[in-house]
């Protein structure tokens, strides 16, 4: 549950997080549609998934000041502490299938950006927006580490399969 503040009474009110999910995603989703009628579909996706790999690399680099990132193990231990965050945690659940041998594979079993977008009829631009950005995370962490993933929730499939490699 996530606590926001009713703004006339300043009580409190209990949000489901899925709940604030898609209030914040339906107005992106309209967004990028009417952008998409006025630019063209590719091109507003295009442009999403750029943003999104960007931004995220920004992000990444600031989260990694002082933390060790110069090997694979590093990685899963600071993969590890993401995904046991508060967000994460309750917005995606998963669990790490291989460790060993400068491999490293996450399978994510359910994810509440690829139900929101999926629900609201955008897992393309649920896509650009938050699944792309992994491969720019990845190459952010560490130029020797590299994401390969064949399957996404957002796009359908049963599950999110992350294959982490580092490059010696």
Not at 17 to 34: I, N, P
Not at 131 to 145: E, G, H, I, Q, V
Request: with cysteine; glycine share 8%.
């Amino acid at each position: 549950m996530t606590e926001g503040r009713g703004q006339s009474s300043g009580r409190k009110v209990e949000l489901p997080l899925e709940q604030l999910f898609r209030d914040e995603h339906e107005g992106v989703v309209r967004l990028a549609k009417a952008f998409g009628e006025e630019l063209g579909e590719a091109r507003v996706l295009a442009i999403a998934e750029r943003m999104s790999a960007e931004d995220s690399a920004a992000r990444l680099r600031k989260r990694l000041e002082g933390i060790p990132h110069a090997c694979l193990q590093d990685f899963i231990s600071y993969h590890d502490r993401v995904m046991g965050d508060s967000i994460s945690s309750g917005a995606q659940s998963g669990e790490n299938v291989e460790v060993g041998d400068g491999r490293f594979v996450y399978v994510m079993r359910e994810c509440m950006w690829a139900r929101t977008f999926r629900e609201l009829g955008a897992a393309d631009l649920g896509y650009a927006l938050n699944c792309s950005s992994d491969f720019a995370s990845a190459r952010c962490f560490n130029p020797k580490l590299r994401l390969t993933r064949s399957k996404t929730l957002m796009m359908g499939d049963d599950c999110c399969e992350f294959v982490y490699t580092w490059d010696d």
